[in-house]
């Protein structure tokens, strides 16, 4: 069982930058990666960026070059660098964590993103 709790959401101008955060507590037997994922109102939730157990780091075409994901182990914290920041990127950021075995997935309450003028 693995709760994840997201923050560092907030309102930014465009061009600006954030840093967001997603604190994990509890156990499972195995973790497999994490990764970050965003939802603006009536659209699909959007893979962002995802890091796995090994270290390997996979970001999505339309973020790439501005977003950083990073981990830091000591305080089970995941991290999403974000980097000139345009209107579109508006919406609910999720943190989501995953296990090896079937059925192990877990999401946050996500933290909201606004980037306006």
């Known amino acids: 069982q693995v709760q994840l709790v997201e923050s560092g959401g907030g309102l930014v101008q465009p061009g600006g930058s954030l840093r967001l955060s997603c604190a994990a507590s509890g156990s499972i037997s195995s973790i497999a990666g994490m990764g970050w994922y965003r939802q603006a109102p009536g659209k699909q939730r959007e893979f962002l960026a995802s890091?796995?157990?090994?270290?390997?780091?996979t970001y999505a075409g339309s973020v790439k070059g501005r977003f950083t994901i990073s981990r830091d182990n000591a305080k089970n914290t995941m991290y999403l660098q974000i980097h000139s920041l345009k209107p579109e990127d508006t919406a609910v950021y999720y943190c989501?964590?995953?296990?090896?075995?079937?059925?192990?997935?877990?999401w946050g309450q996500g933290t909201q993103v606004t980037v306006s003028s």
């Open positions: 989501n964590l995953w296990g090896d075995d079937p059925g192990s997935d877990y």
């Open positions: 890091i796995r157990n090994r270290g390997k780091i």
